[in-house]
């Protein structure tokens, strides 16, 4: 039989510990991929999530909710004045002195109805209805406060008559002063919104700066937009303006006021120029925003497409903060800015005076206005030098997207925007009582003057932020768990499986050596004359295992009943494995092939079988008689 002096069976312990170092490495196996896999589909479906509410398909995603209607959660305009301190001096030929007055505070609502989607859903064509709410609690100003400030209507007119009908525009304000015609005075509301100008001799409605519907009936005569819907999952296109105020292609009318559609002309240097394209900025593809990336924003106030950009170089943050949550900040490219002489692609949009201006004149009717930053921001100096203005707001930053990456959603933004006249002497007018033309404002040098300049600001609700949060913050990190916490363990369990495999393997094999090498070494057949034939047989049986021989004539002599069972002396590390007679199959087997080698097995075998073989001649013989044993 086998025994182990330790105790229990170490080579059944190392059997086990093998077993276990398999059971490890499947295991650690199955943890790493399946946590990979996990991750990647816990993140396939946040973002499949993400881009349903924000296609605007007319279903009941949140992205599609806040763009269909913002009631619950208005834009705020704040309107800022450039009151004239000294109109009467500017007649005469004085640098305009101003002063910032303001904020008005407004909330902006909208709602986008009307809606109708192509055959394959990819765009919208829809109406808005915007309008305004006063906040007294939030404006600085009293909402009755009149400003003094230059006469917006005026100056529309002569921009539309100055060439083309001189007598029209000297009949309108022939009976007015030059004071008059250049300044009036009006609350925030009428220059904002719109309002009748009371020296004109016919009436005549300035429909002021912003479109303001009192209610929805208004609103159902207004223009038509259209929007791609982002069905198509196209990150390029996603949710980009394809009509504006009912314009493909921004056009204007040569001879305003009014114009047929045929006689309308395109407004900037190129058709592709003038194509209305781009977002409007509140939602991006998600995930389609990254560090240093672009997009084409639709800028309403100029009537044009420009780049957006998140500059990892520039003079503003590439990466904001706000309520923990990581956002990417979006500003105009500074190219948009330069004038023709600095980017020749401007040219196509007459962009031929100072750095820093729009021009917009063709898209006011003739108007002269041009569109800046608040403060000149970053205009050239001769223009902001010829005015004298006392600033009354700090302005640190300037026009911003703030992008949530993941999301693509707008978490905050803040957009503003000055609109600028040049004055000038109007000269040529018609001088009924006399052959020579008349110059209104004939001392007047010509000066860009601010009016007033607006910031919208939009900012995601503190409910709304804390449900993203949980929701699309907390399923990522349930996604990252998987990946990092899954295959951290699986990769823990794959190297205690491996080094289990590892020490058993050596264990076995420390143990199949130990027993070779002393059953060769204390191994010994003895033949005893009157010895147990069972003991030679084992003995045998040893030598045999070892590569001896058993000679016949060594049974046939008798001798061979004192032949003793050879046994495992060795005693070095308190381990002895004893094979004797008594061995049993079961026993052999215990020492399987993984053990011992398949040559060694087999001897062992062999063994059994000859110390059975040897038996049964020990019986024959014990039953011949003399001259038979002879």
């Known amino acids: 039989m086998v025994r182990c002096v330790t105790g229990p069976s170490t080579l059944k312990g190392a059997r086990k510990a093998r077993n276990a170092g398999v059971a490890l490495v499947v295991l650690g196996a199955v943890f790493a991929v399946g946590s990979v896999v996990a991750t990647f589909w816990l993140r396939h479906k946040i973002h499949e999530g ?13 992205g599609y909710e806040s763009w269909r209607s913002n009631h619950d959660y208005p834009l705020t305009m704040r309107a800022y004045f450039y009151e004239i301190l000294n109109p009467h001096e500017l007649l005469a030929g004085a640098t305009p002195s101003l002063k910032e007055v303001g904020p008005w505070v407004y909330k902006n609502y909208k709602e986008n109805f009307n809606l109708t989607w192509n055959a394959d859903r990819s765009e919208v064509e829809y109406q808005t209805w915007s309008y305004y709410v006063f906040d007294e609690e939030e404006s600085a100003m009293p909402r009755d406060y009149l400003i003094n400030a230059l006469n917006i209507a005026f100056l529309g007119v002569a921009g539309n008559y100055h060439e083309t009908n001189k007598f029209k525009l000297w009949f309108e304000y022939f009976n007015t002063t030059d004071s008059e015609r250049l300044f009036q005075r009006h609350t925030a509301d009428e220059f904002l919104f719109g309002y009748w100008d009371p020296f004109a001799s016919s009436p005549f409605l300035y429909p002021g700066i912003v479109q303001n519907y009192t209610n929805k009936t208004a609103a159902s005569v207004s223009q038509l937009y259209t929007m791609t819907t982002g069905i198509d999952r196209n990150p390029n296109t996603f949710r980009h303006y394809r009509q504006f105020k009912g314009m493909d ?3 204007y009318c040569p001879h305003p006021p009014t114009c047929a559609n045929d006689e309308r002309l395109i407004t900037w240097g190129t058709r592709e120029a003038s194509i209305v394209d781009g977002s409007d900025g509140s939602q991006l593809y998600p995930g389609w925003a990254t560090l240093g990336s672009s997009f084409p924003l639709w800028e309403p106030d100029a009537f044009r497409t420009v780049k957006f950009v998140n500059q990892v170089d520039g003079p503003n943050e590439a990466k ?16 948009e800015w330069l004038n023709s002489t600095q980017n020749p692609r401007n040219a196509l949009f007459y962009q031929n005076w100072s750095q820093g201006l729009f021009n917009v004149t063709r898209m006011a009717q003739k108007e002269l206005l041009w569109v800046s930053q608040p403060h000149f921001r970053n205009v050239g100096e001769p223009v902001y030098s010829s005015i004298d203005v006392d600033y009354t707001v700090d302005i640190k930053e300037e026009s911003f997207i703030d992008i949530e990456p993941v999301s693509g959603a707008a978490f905050r933004l803040k957009k503003r925007t000055q609109l600028n006249l040049l004055i000038y002497p109007v000269s040529g007018i018609p001088n009924p009582g006399s052959p020579e033309p008349i110059t209104w404002f004939e001392h007047v040098k010509p000066r860009l003057v601010p009016i007033m300049w607006i910031e919208v600001e939009d900012t995601i609700d503190d409910d709304d932020l804390q449900n993203f949060k949980n929701k699309v913050y907390g399923g990522l990190f349930l996604a990252d768990l998987a990946l990092y916490g899954g295959t951290s363990i699986g990769v823990i369990m794959l190297g205690l499986g491996t080094w289990l495999l590892y020490a058993s393997h050596r264990k076995r094999k420390e143990l199949t050596d130990r027993f070779y090498r002393k059953s060769r070494s204390n191994s010994r057949v003895s033949v005893h004359g009157n010895g147990d034939l069972n003991g030679a047989a084992a003995g045998g049986a040893s030598s045999y295992q070892n590569g001896d021989s058993i000679d016949n004539d060594e049974i046939a002599s008798g001798n061979h009943a004192a032949a003793k069972a050879a046994r495992d002396a060795a005693n070095a590390s308190e381990s002895r494995i004893i094979i004797d007679a008594n061995t049993d199959d079961d026993d052999l087997e215990a020492i399987d092939a993984d053990d011992l080698g398949e040559s060694k097995k087999q001897r062992h075998n062999e063994a059994t079988h000859l110390l059975s073989g040897t038996q049964a001649s020990s019986d024959t013989y014990s039953g011949l008689g003399d001259e038979q044993k002879s």
Request: charged share 20%.
């Open 320 to 335: 904001v903060k706000y309520q923990g949550v990581d956002l990417l900040r979006f500003v105009m490219s500074p190219d």
């Open 249 to 251: 292609v921004v056009t």
């Open 50 to 62: 993400l881009v349903q509410s924000a296609v605007l398909d007319g279903g009941d995603g949140a």
